[in-house]
């Protein structure tokens, strides 16, 4: 299918990169149309690969993940456009996270809200499933690279868009998805990053994950 990446970090790249794989057609969307990582991913791909604005890789995708700063996520949406956002599933990995003070960040929202929750107020217009964001990019695309399956996390109002996720989740690798129930329980996923930074610090290594053990 088109998906459109809004974001060219390690996160938009590597989801980029993996889409690209799976056989999809990627539009990479950036604050400037001649972003240096977007137009690199152009280049590494034969096909399928095309990069724009932040509004044109919103308007190319019939589904988008919005993968920037959680301080601009927001904004990011914002630009992407209403009318480019409308009936689409938007997947949000973001994280809310301050780094403006050092490490470890703090976080923007907590508890009560999140910024799945904001970005789903915001554009009612979009069916936000935020999933993704408590492992590492590496991971993300990659799950089996660990020992044994491993979890991740899904969390929307819209059903229909929810199970969408989940099969593209599933082409990824994860074998069993967990739905939390509705975008309020992405504050629960969000909450989960100042526990995920010190596991890093603690490992040395991203390459790891939560696993439910029942
Ligand atoms: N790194 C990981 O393994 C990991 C894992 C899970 C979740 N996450 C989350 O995924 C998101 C992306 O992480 P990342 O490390 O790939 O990249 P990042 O450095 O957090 O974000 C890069 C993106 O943010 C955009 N951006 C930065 N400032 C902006 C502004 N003022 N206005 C609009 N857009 C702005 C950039 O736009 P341009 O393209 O125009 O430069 C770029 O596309 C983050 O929220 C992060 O917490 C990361």
Redesign the pocket.
Known sequence: MKIGV????????GLADKLISLGHSVKMG???AD?T??TAFVARHNDHAFSGTFSEAAAFGELLIV???????L??LD?AGKANLAGKVVID???P?DFSKGFPPTLLVSNTDSLAEQLQRAHPEAKIVKT???????M?VNPQQLTQATDIFVSGDDAAAKLEVIALLKSFGWENPIDLGDISTARCTEMLLPLWLRLWTVQGS?IFNFKIVR
């Open positions: 809004l974001g060219t970090g390690m996160v938009g790249q950036a604050r400037q972003n990582n977007a993968a920037t700063t959680g301080t601009t996520a904004q990011v630009a990995v973001s994280n996270l993704l964001n408590t492992t590492n990019v590496a993300m991203p």
